[in-house]
């Protein structure tokens, strides 16, 4: 065994798929008895590919004021849309009151909100604000859609759903749970630094860790990309966002040179940090740079850490995770390959995507493991402090080239707290040898 001593290392764990739920077994029996209990009238396979499918429409559900089947798959909401759009057998829909001509309108419903979403994730800034402009408006005035929620709100209240989100829950509940304490405890015993990081809400990623048993390992060392993105400030800047979109709906036009192209432009950088981007990494890593001990205070302060105190005290990091695209590829294109270390377990439901052997070699991650005992091994007795490259100069935060520094002088004066402590930054960065 390998006892020399962790004391330079940070090893950070991904949360679902790595901690929590790293069998993907698992998963497929909770489903499968699920279903077995509620017949919809479809082949099991069928009812379980059209249950997994919600997942797709996640974040259009939460968007839309609906529980989201990405977080909480027994969630009342979820199963009702389940059955407002997939259920087949009549005496079901006669017991729900799901009239069955409307069922292929749910789900062209569905799809429409889920792609109109979608729109709002990707290409530039103004791209997405035009899109989000859309969804609102769609929102705002479809009959379709809010006959949609009556329903689903109908259902979720209906006592049979009730009861099959308490059957989920209890399937759920009697699974066995992962036993990665002793793997965690070996590492802090080693004297390495152990910090989470995911993506999410940061209450669901606590839960999940407690029903694990290892939530005391992490205090104050969750870095949750909610708390990344609700700086001092956010709500205030955010209402107002909501609002002037609200104004643009109602106006039928956008006013590009107004206030709400200013601001919007400072919501799209904080919506940088809300997903598992290379910056939302640069900004856990300035956290566990500025306070190792107690980095979530950090993250949520926006804290960043000066080039000349990153040549003078490196960060020697390790990733674990489960998925190339969100715990790999962005620390990649953040650091270079060859600096921090990235671990791969492809156990889970997502490791079958981007196998080593079809990326370039200088964006494969470091090791790759096929199962938890395999990693726990490797990071119990072989992971050494020399064999992780310390990262040396000051991670990228934003993308500076995104930047729109012909608003920085209006942001520094404005009255939104969250818009002046982003300008605050991009000013120092701009000063600092940090601006990358
Ligand atoms: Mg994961």
Redesign the pocket.
Known sequence: MNASSLADLVVAF?????LYDPDPDVYRRVVTEFLSLVDVGLAASEAFEHFGALRISGGALERIGLGNPIHDRGNPDVLAVFCLTCSSKDSLRSELGIKGERQALYRRLLDRVTALHERTRIGSFPARLGAEIEVRRFQDSSQELRAFLGEVERLAGHPLIRDWSARYEEIERKQPIARHRPVLEELVKRGATIVVI?QGFYEVQREKLERLEIADLFPGRMLITDRATRLAGFDHLFGRVDDLIGEAVRSGGLDIDGELDRLWHFVSLINLWSRKTPWFYGRCLHAIRHDAVHPERALADLAWVLAERWEADPLRFVMV???YD??VLPLIELLGRDVGMTLRLTQ?K?GHEDPDDQLPPDRRPARTFEHWDELGAFLVHDLSAETVRPVKRPPAILPMSQVRMDLMDWALRCEYEAVRSIAQTVKQLAESKSFA
């Open positions: 991904d949360v679902d798929n790595t995911s995770g489960d998925r969100k715990e889970g997502y």
